[in-house]
């Protein structure tokens, strides 16, 4: 059972390009939750979703990031018009259907912004 | 509004000492508490997960405490190792909300 899967990596934009982020929950798993970690600082929750349901979206800014979590397929976690300031890593985790109890975290992707 | 302080920021000790890394947090209301553990440039590792009703858990060299009306909770790590050298994330999950809160972490540095 392969853990949480994220690509890319690393991910270099330049100012005002889109990128776009993806995770791939463990088998099993309909909770997916992102959370982004600044450098130096601790990591921040983002969203939570399951299937095709956005469920807590209050560590989201309000512009530019989205998220989705679609039927098939992986979760999504967009930024638009990226700035220097969205440098930073950001990590997906996943819960099984029947126990949020706990989290299993992705290697995460690290965004560059140039 | 619940927020997470680990101390100290950064730990450096010699090979084969005993350690308490500390977590607080201003709210008890909480389902639990989990001791993560992150390497360079990787992801996370869950350590330790302390249900609320739990005081403590074990798990190797490892053993984590709660004292949740306290606000409380130390990561015991035994016999340090090099390979030990990480950080490690304390968070809390509180009632009522399925995010985690997370602390800034300790620094840890085992030197041989």
């Known amino acids: 059972n392969a853990g949480v899967m994220q690509n890319p990596r690393h991910l270099v934009r330049r100012r005002g390009q889109e990128a776009r982020l993806r995770c791939s929950p463990m088998k099993g798993h309909s909770h997916v939750y992102w959370y982004r970690q600044l450098p130096e600082e601790g990591l921040k929750f983002m969203v939570y979703l399951q299937k095709e349901n956005i469920i807590d979206e209050s560590g989201m800014p309000k512009e530019r990031f989205s998220a989705e979590f679609p039927k098939e397929g992986p979760s999504i976690l967009r930024i638009q018009q990226v700035v220097r300031g969205d440098s930073a890593a950001y990590f997906c985790?996943?819960?099984?259907?029947?126990?949020?109890?706990?989290?299993?975290f992705g290697a995460g992707t690290r965004l560059s912004v140039l | 509004k619940q927020e997470v302080t680990q101390i100290p920021a950064a730990l450096s000790v010699p090979e084969g000492e005993n350690l308490v890394l500390n977590c607080s947090f201003t709210d008890s209301a909480i389902y639990n508490l989990q001791w993560f553990r992150q390497d360079p440039g990787k992801g996370l590792t869950s350590l330790l997960l302390?249900?609320?009703?739990?005081r403590e858990q074990t798990s190797g060299r490892l053993n984590a405490s709660l004292d949740k009306s306290s606000g409380r909770s130390t990561l015991y790590i035994a016999a340090s190792q090099p390979g030990d050298s990480a950080t490690y994330l304390c968070a809390v999950r509180p009632i009522n909300t399925d995010k985690l809160i997370f602390g800034t972490g300790t620094r840890l540095q085992v030197f041989p």
């Open positions: 302390i249900q609320s009703s739990q």
């Open positions: 985790a996943s819960s099984p259907r029947d126990n949020k109890n706990i989290q299993y």
